[in-house]
């Protein structure tokens, strides 16, 4: 066997992830030089140039993906071993890296989270918060949770949630602005936008009784982060357009107010999305099981006492 140490290997996987030498390091908590050195050791040992390097970024070569492919699933292997060994004791243990908008991560996970980590003290969670789709197949990440249709074949979704996006404003704005009575009545309103997948959601699509019609909406702000427009809603600067799970617990403290009920939207499912063909550990697993019951119950189990 040709290479002498798997942590040049895992040297390999991050630099092919993050793009950079300094990004993989600092992953793996050592320095670049070390780093460099692995990868070096690496090419050696192999005879073949893995990465072509410059000053901003390392491109893998067609050997490097190569190795990279065959590395990815030697990992994955013996990750389903450990689980395999761990799951004999009976206990859960291990990190589960979970990326999740920054919404719903706020305002319905986190609890739930919590009881999740109680009951399982063995686990660990790195929770990326935010409304930039993350590649679930390149980046550190063992589950996404995403809003909307599924697009990616090479993903395997749980669903966990029919949501639908909905209006809702501050009583502070509905007393200086009189609320809409229809869809058209929004052009005449400030409203709150924010992008997802990197455009900005202008085009706020109604029914009624089978009939739809988009309304390209104007406001005076909006913001990569949605969470800013659910902020910008409390504070009484405008309408905005959000899933009614983000925005439930507002809408019952009546810090918020729906718009236009009776209006029809289309669905907005929420998903947790894995890898097609990556080994899944039992505590993925028991976590996307466990959000599945507390979206169907609305609350989570009780944590065991202390």
């Known amino acids: 066997m040709k290479i002498d140490n798997l942590g040049d290997l895992q040297v390999l996987l991050h630099t092919a992830r993050t793009g950079t030498l300094s990004s993989a390091a600092r992953a793996l908590g050592m320095t670049p030089a070390a780093a460099?050195?692995?990868?070096?050791?690496?090419?050696?040992?192999?005879?073949?140039?893995?990465?072509?390097?410059?000053?901003?970024?390392?491109?893998?070569?067609?050997?490097?993906?190569?190795?990279?492919?065959?590395?990815?699933?030697?990992?994955?292997?013996?990750?389903?071993?450990?689980?395999?060994?761990?799951?004999?004791?009976?206990?859960?243990?291990?990190?589960?890296?979970?990326?999740?908008?920054?919404?719903?991560?706020?305002?319905?996970?986190?609890?739930?989270?919590?009881?999740f980590l109680a009951l399982h003290p063995g686990v660990e969670l790195a929770l990326s918060v935010g409304d930039r789709p993350l590649d679930v197949t390149r980046d550190e990440v063992d589950v996404a949770l995403r809003y909307g249709p599924l697009a990616d074949s090479?993903?395997?979704?749980?669903?966990?949630?029919?949501s639908r996006p909905r209006l809702f404003a501050s009583p502070a704005y509905l007393a200086r602005h009189p609320p809409p009575r229809t869809p058209?009545?929004?052009?005449?309103?400030?409203?709150?936008?924010?992008?997802?997948?990197?455009?900005?959601?202008?085009?706020?699509?109604?029914?009624?009784?089978?009939?739809w019609v988009d309304v390209r909406v104007q406001g005076d702000r909006s913001s990569d982060d949605a969470s800013l427009a659910r902020l910008w809603a409390l504070a009484g600067q405008g309408i905005t357009f959000k899933s009614e799970l983000d925005l439930r617990a507002e809408a019952a403290r009546g810090e918020l107010v729906e718009l236009l009920p009776e209006w029809d939207t289309e669905p907005y499912p929420l998903h947790a999305l894995l890898p097609s063909g990556r080994f899944v550990p039992a505590r993925v697993r028991a976590?996307?099981?466990?959000?599945?019951?507390?979206?169907?119950?609305?609350?989570a189990p009780a944590a065991p006492a202390h």
């Open 36 to 115: 460099s050195a692995a990868l070096k050791r690496l090419e050696a040992q192999l005879g073949a140039r893995l990465f072509e390097r410059s000053t901003r970024a390392m491109r893998i070569t067609p050997q490097g993906q190569t190795l990279l492919d065959y590395a990815g699933r030697a990992f994955e292997l013996l990750a389903e071993g450990e689980a395999l060994v761990v799951a004999d004791r009976g206990a859960l243990v291990g990190g589960i890296r979970v990326a999740a908008p920054s919404d719903l991560a706020r305002n319905v996970l986190l609890p739930w989270f919590d009881a």
């Open 287 to 299: 976590l996307i099981d466990f959000l599945i019951a507390c979206f169907a119950a609305g609350h």
């Open 184 to 211: 058209q009545d929004l052009l005449s309103h400030n409203c709150l936008t924010f992008h997802r997948g990197g455009r900005r959601q202008q085009v706020w699509r109604f029914g009624l009784k089978g009939q």
């Open 154 to 162: 090479r993903l395997v979704a749980r669903p966990l949630q029919q």
